[in-house]
């Protein structure tokens, strides 16, 4: 029995012994805890954990939202392929590092020490992490109430972006007059902002351009466009004369129209109407008087045009004109004569009335001798260049004509008959044999001379045009540079 006490009484030693020990050589508490942090969609986040003096039979591990996704260095969980931990013992460090946040990324993390029983020994704080949302690719996205609109219809554009934390900013850019809505919740659970306007003619073809921003990433700027709008009006006629209309000759009309859709008919008419033989129509928008008579003098003409919206027309009313006017009117402007039934005295008693007339037309008279000085000058100028022109490619070609006609010209010509110049200094090869001399028997060697022409002088070799004489053997070798003992 003492013995057993003895023993127990050891063993409850020992175990105190190791508690204490196990107690100096296990965690001791963090040294660097994480902290909160807001981060947008795409970039990448650190988190910080250094606890001190672990146990060997303890580790770190990283909880998301309160589950385990790493022990020490090693992530566990597939999901969190993005996730890596910088892992070094010696220091202490057990950092988490997101490559590239994702919305699922946002909540809690907490740094955790766990036991050789996987059992909690201390947590860090939980720093909470906001994942800043942006909106994904495909926004905004535009639309309209309907595919096209008539003039004076209310006309509503929507824009529509992804419901975000936090929420994108949307803005209409275009400046019809219009007025912007604030940002509310789609049926889709989306958010949208409208735009809305009464509908002009001027809107027709128009662009209209939904902008988004985002306070997450302000480097972010997408749009999307509506357009070009379909605004639908009834046709805005105008008839417009090509010319005067002139008692006599032919008067043209034209009918101009803009509609949306396309015009379908064109109609014309004549009030007081007039017979169809005076006139004629071309592709329905030219109207042709062939003959212009006095009667047609104040008729209203009118083009009427109508499409699938409603109608419109233009009226125009006739001034015809004599021949004689119009021959007055023109000599009047040329400041040759007022009018031919017109007498001095009534010129005068009409001077004040038609002073302003008066004096354009001396205006004219005054200017007239400054166009004609005008035209004069210009035409000297014209001259003057000219001469000029010429009088340089003359100077030009005095230095080609000296060239050419002062080159010396050679005494012999090439079979197509033109000159062959021949330099000043040139070097020309003879071949020959020396005769027998009679006196001694022998021949002389194959020998080359070289004859050479310098301007001024004239150098030949001694053989040329010369006759061999009589002379003893060893003289006509010494001239010819041959040494005796060689023969």
């Keep these: 029995m003492a013995l057993n006490m003895l023993y127990k009484l050891y063993c409850t030693r ?9 107690e100096v ?3 001791s508490g963090f040294q660097m805890e994480p902290s909160d942090i807001n981060q947008a969609e795409g970039e ?3 988190f910080t954990c250094i606890v001190r003096k672990l146990d060997d039979s303890e580790y770190v591990s990283w909880l998301h939202n309160g589950h385990k996704i790493s022990k020490n260095g090693d992530i566990v969980i597939n999901t969190y392929s993005h996730y890596s931990i910088e892992f070094d013992s010696a220091f202490g460090s057990y950092n988490l590092r997101i490559q590239n946040v994702q919305r699922r990324d946002k909540g809690g993390y907490t740094c955790t020490v766990y036991d050789s029983y996987d059992q909690i020994v201390e947590e860090s704080r939980t720093a909470n992490f906001t994942v800043l949302e942006i909106p994904q690719q495909q926004y ?9 609109y008539r003039v004076d219809q209310s006309v509503v554009l929507s824009c529509i972006s992804e419901n975000t934390t936090p929420l994108a900013l949307l803005r209409w850019v275009h400046n019809t007059g219009g007025s912007e809505s604030g940002l509310k919740e789609s049926l889709t659970g989306n958010y949208e902002k409208s735009y809305s306007f009464i509908a002009k003619q001027s809107d027709n073809r128009a662009i209209f351009t939904c902008e988004l921003t985002t306070s997450a990433n302000p480097s972010i700027v997408r749009n999307c466009t509506i357009g070009p709008l379909d605004v639908l009006y009834p046709p805005i006629v105008r008839i417009q004369q090509t010319r005067d209309v002139i008692l006599g000759n032919e008067a ?23 017979g169809e033989n005076m006139y004629l129509l071309e592709n329905e928008i030219i109207l042709r008087i062939k003959k212009t008579l006095s009667s047609l003098n104040g008729t209203s003409v009118i083009c009427k045009v109508t499409n699938s919206i409603g109608s419109g027309s233009s009226k125009l009313i006739v001034n015809v004109k004599s021949k004689e006017s119009i021959n007055n009117v023109v000599e009047s402007n040329n400041g040759k004569e007022t009018t031919k039934s017109e007498k001095p005295n009534e010129r005068n008693k009409n001077k004040s009335n038609n002073q302003n007339s008066n004096s354009n037309q001396q205006l004219l008279q005054t200017r007239s001798p400054n166009n004609s000085s005008t035209d004069i000058s210009i035409s000297l100028v014209v001259i003057i260049a000219l001469v000029c022109i010429i009088v340089i490619l003359g100077l030009a070609l005095i230095p ?3 060239m050419k006609y002062t080159r010396r010209q050679p005494s012999d010509t090439i079979s197509r008959g033109r000159p062959v110049s021949i330099p000043d200094v040139y070097f020309e090869p003879r071949d020959h044999i020396d005769p027998m001399l009679p006196q001694l028997g022998l021949a002389a060697p194959w020998m080359r001379t070289v004859g050479v022409q310098v301007p001024g002088e004239c150098e030949y070799d001694a053989t040329y045009n010369t006759q061999v004489m009589p002379q003893p053997r060893q003289v006509y070798y010494t001239q010819r540079m041959y040494p005796a003992s060689s023969l």
Excluded: H, M, R
């Excluded at 020992?14 to 196990?22: A, S």
């Excluded at 905004?140 to 309907?146: D, E, F, G, L, Y």
């Design 14 to 22: 020992l175990v105190l012994l190791t508690f204490v020990l196990y």
């Design 25 to 27: 050589t296990s965690f």
């Design 44 to 46: 990448p986040v650190y």
């Design 140 to 148: 905004p996205i535009c639309s309209s109430t309907k595919p096209s």
């Design 252 to 274: 043209i009309f034209i009918c101009y129209s803009d509609a949306n859709p396309q015009e379908t008919t064109f109609e014309w008419s004549f009030d007081p109407p007039i």
């Design 400 to 402: 080609v004509g000296y």
